[in-house]
């Protein structure tokens, strides 16, 4: 299969069953809930280091509840007790610190985590719990409890209760480039086109991953280290899975609410990095032996 | 299924009638006949439905009642599911002990409306007497959830006691508006009588003109709370009008009843 000249690996990649919240945070602009999301989605590019991983959803939300500009972040980690520790942490650290915000759960879940239930506790007796009914919040049969926690520019409120729901990490391609230039290029038109996809994140910086890992190392005490088949300066020197002319490999990693989110976030993105300087796009597994989910690139551009 | 009609025989003057039996739970599965069956209470004599009703349809979860029914008492009384339409005024404890569904007066409701209601909605267009969302004397708590809409005036002590849900008063509150609030919240668009709020624990008074506080009750700061945003946001969605100053306006707060727990809060609009 080529895409644009481009010759697409027949391979697939491997992803993994998380759990994901979605939250939605507001503030008095545009800027301030982005500074908030910024900073709540700070450190959470893999789960390896960062326990978490996390990222500004593309698409903006339509609406928000207290109709001020908001921003969409999905949260993703190993458990549901991972996911509200660190709902707990990043929203208590990055959004309630943030001047005029408010933080919201976004995810129609089943199962729901307690996050201000837990935060309110900052109020030190002086939270005010208001449960809205269903018939003023449109929210199915189920009634809305937010916390108003008093704060130094008014009042933080917070959701009590975030849903919970499992979702896909890492689905992922790689882009071979000629070149460094063109790698990025390619990478950049790809997470682009992906951030118009909803349900989505890619958590590394700007989309982009340069530092691929493999599974273990030679070192006992790391569990992850560099991927050597795909850096170009080890061709000689290990199995390396480049092809002659290849000079800069970069990886688009993927994490979403439905698989069919993620396939779909592939598919557009691979399709916008195909062009010139791009020799090969491959993409990452563990020979099908880690994770739940498998992506086969030709079957995701097939659609 | 198309709403059962209930439509009184002839106006009732003196002895009221009770009729808790008018509910969409007991109508929802029984035929024309077992409705008429239903017993009321007239004084102190048992009567069947049929006697005081015409009763058309069957097998549905909505209502219609047309009539004068000032004097029919309890409808829709512990409600959890369905639709009451009253077409006209409605006699006291209306929807009270209610836990679901919906109940619209187009009239007015007399005393002790929704009172002790623990979910659903209830819709007056007219007036509301006293002790609207309140407790039965004696009880701990007023109302406990649900949401009460009321296009025009309320009585005394409308809200008294309240435990949580949401009262909105188009119009205007005669005197004890939300004395003894545990919690919950009284949005008010109208003008509020003497003593707003007397012994409020907790809970959120919301007032759109000046009221004439307690002096148990202090002034904190003047500000924009969110959470009337999320607020006024579904109260424009049941149909209510709330301006864009009312919603994103600044309100002063204070917070009383001082002379008890003083962790109410009344929000004046600035």
Same mark, same amino acid.
């Given at each position: ?67 001020r500009p908001g921003v969409s972040v999905l949260l993703f980690a190993p ?69 108003? +926690?008093?704060?130094?520019? @008014?009042?933080? *409120? %917070?959701?009590?209760?975030? &849903?919970?729901?499992? =979702?896909?990490? #890492? ?98 993105? +691979?399709?916008?990095?195909? @062009?010139?300087? *791009? %020799?090969?796009?491959?993409? &990452?597994?563990?020979? =099908?032996?880690? #994770? ?12 | ?270």
């Amino acid at each position: 299969m080529e895409i644009n000249g481009v010759p697409i690996d027949e391979t697939y990649a491997e992803a993994f069953t998380m759990h994901a919240s979605r939250v939605l945070i507001t503030a008095i602009s545009k800027e301030w809930a982005l500074e908030a999301a910024r900073s709540m989605a700070g450190f959470g590019t893999s789960v390896i280091g960062c326990g978490c991983e996390v990222g500004i959803e593309g698409p903006e939300p339509e609406e928000t509840p207290d109709d001020r500009p908001g921003v969409s972040v999905l949260l993703f980690a190993p458990s549901k007790k991972a996911v509200e520790e660190q709902l707990i942490k990043r929203i208590g650290q990055s959004v309630m610190t943030s001047p005029t915000s408010a933080c919201y759960n976004n995810l129609e879940a089943e199962d729901r985590l307690s996050v201000g239930g837990k935060l309110r506790f900052f109020g030190d007796g002086f939270q005010i719990g208001k449960r809205l009914d269903p018939a003023i919040i449109g929210n199915g049969d189920r009634p809305r409890r937010f916390w108003r +926690i008093p704060v130094m520019d @008014g009042e933080f *409120i %917070v959701e009590d209760r975030f &849903g919970v729901q499992k =979702g896909v990490a #890492g689905g992922n391609f790689l882009l071979l480039g000629d070149e460094l230039p063109a790698a990025l290029q390619a990478a950049e038109r790809a997470v682009e086109a992906m951030r118009k996809v909803k349900g989505v994140i890619m958590p590394f910086p700007g989309g982009i991953v340069r530092s691929g890992s493999k599974v273990g190392s030679r070192y006992k005490f790391l569990n992850a280290s560099t991927n050597t088949a795909f850096c170009p300066s080890l061709r000689r020197q290990v199995q390396s899975e480049l092809p002659e002319g290849v000079g800069a490999v970069l990886e688009v990693v993927i994490d979403g609410l439905t698989p069919e989110a993620v396939a779909e976030a592939m598919r557009v993105g +691979i399709r916008a990095a195909c @062009g010139p300087g *791009i %020799v090969k796009v491959t993409a &990452g597994n563990y020979g =099908g032996k880690l #994770g739940k989910h498998h992506f086969h690139l030709h079957e995701v551009l097939a659609i | 299924m198309p709403p059962v009609i209930l439509r009184l025989k002839e106006p009732l003057t003196g002895v009221p009638l009770e009729a808790e039996s008018i509910s969409p739970d007991l109508f929802a599965e029984r035929s024309r006949e077992e409705i008429d069956a239903l017993p009321v209470a007239f004084g102190n004599e048992a009567h069947r439905l049929g006697d005081f009703f015409q009763v058309d349809g069957e097998r549905s979860e909505e209502i219609m009642l047309e009539g004068s029914l000032e004097r029919v008492k309890w409808i829709g009384s512990g409600m959890t599911r369905g639709r009451i339409v009253i077409r006209g005024d409605v006699g006291m404890h209306a929807g009270s002990y209610m836990k679901g569904g919906e109940i619209l007066i187009e009239g007015s409701a007399a005393e002790f409306l929704g009172v002790e209601m623990e979910g659903g909605l209830i819709r007056v267009k007219g007036n509301a007497g006293h002790r609207a969302g309140a407790s039965y004397r004696g009880s701990k708590y007023g109302m406990r959830g649900g949401i009460i809409l009321i296009e025009g005036n309320v009585g005394h002590e409308v809200g008294a006691y309240m435990r949580r849900g949401l009262i909105v008063i188009k119009g205007n509150a005669e005197d004890f508006l939300g004395a003894r609030m545990a919690a919950g919240t009284i949005c008010l668009f109208g003008q509020a009588g003497l003593r707003t709020g007397g012994g409020m624990q907790k809970g959120t008074i919301v007032c759109m003109h000046p009221v004439e506080l307690l002096p148990t009750f202090a002034y904190d700061c003047t500000y924009a709370p969110v959470f009337l945003r999320i607020l006024f946001k579904g109260l424009r969605q049941l149909g209510v009008h709330v301006t864009h100053e009312q919603a994103f306006g600044l309100y002063r707060r204070h917070h009383g009843d001082l002379a008890d727990v003083g962790k109410g809060e009344i929000l004046i609009a600035a």
